[in-house]
């Protein structure tokens, strides 16, 4: 098994921030430390360590749904100690975030240790579909959801598409649904910013068949099996 993939599987976080991991020197395979992207390893004979604590592979999976806030990180740890998502689910609980909200987004925002499941949600390949919905200032020009089909070349050169909807505007505010398959760093607020559109509120309000109905902004609930299954049928783990 890959080592990234098999830290990835232990809970320890997703398979491309074990890469990270790795590539900073604070992964070891049978005490050496490790910087080599890519190595094979025997999971059932190698002792694997990160930061010196030796990592096992999880006996069963965790999925949780959480209706996030605003005010907290999507993230596992914050060195400026800063209030996190596992805050509210629990540290207790050794999950990671699939994707990430950014600290004043709300809404929907699934965490697991299932690493192969977290890789191929947040895989473009997979195009696994988020909801959102958005608040601009001002009216807003019904063709601008014609350019966000049509596609928004962002800074590094991609090209970033969503299908929208208008639900409201009026001369200070409107609030329109955008749906991407892609989950790009800051994606909406970069798309809006660049047809000269300011956001001042965002909510996830589906991701993948996955809603927030029912919980209270905070709260959290355990996926059904239902709900896991129709996850893995997605991404082709069923």
């Not at 505007?169 to 409107?174: A, F, I, T, V």
Request: proline residues 3%.
């Amino acid at each position: 098994m890959r080592l990234n993939k098999f830290l990835s599987h232990a809970g320890v976080c997703s398979r491309r921030k074990a890469d990270l991991l790795i590539q900073s020197g604070r992964v070891a395979v049978n005490g050496i430390p490790v910087k080599k992207l890519g190595l094979l390893i025997d999971e059932n004979a190698d002792e694997v360590t990160v930061d010196g604590k030796k990592v096992l592979l999880q006996k069963s999976h965790i999925y949780i749904l959480l209706n996030k806030p605003k005010g907290y990180l999507s993230t596992v740890k914050d060195s400026h100690h800063r209030p996190t998502v596992l805050d509210l689910v629990g540290k207790d609980k050794k999950v990671f975030p699939v994707g990430r909200l950014d600290q004043n987004t709300e809404g929907a925002l699934l965490l697991t240790n299932d690493g192969e499941l977290t890789y191929r949600l947040t895989h473009p390949k997979f195009e696994i579909e988020k909801t959102y919905q958005v608040v601009v200032s001002g009216k807003m020009d019904p063709k601008v959801l014609k350019k966000f089909k049509e596609g928004i070349k962002l800074e590094e050169g991609v090209v970033a598409r969503g299908e929208g909807r208008i639900l409201k505007r009026n001369q200070e505010s409107s609030v329109f649904e955008l749906r991407l398959k892609e989950g790009r760093k800051r994606e909406i607020k970069r798309m809006c910013q660049a047809v000269g559109l300011k956001v001042t509120g965002l909510v996830r309000t589906r991701f993948a068949h996955l809603t927030t109905e029912g919980l209270k902004k905070g709260g959290w609930r355990y996926l059904s099996p239902d709900e896991i299954g129709l996850l893995k049928k997605m991404t082709g783990l069923d």
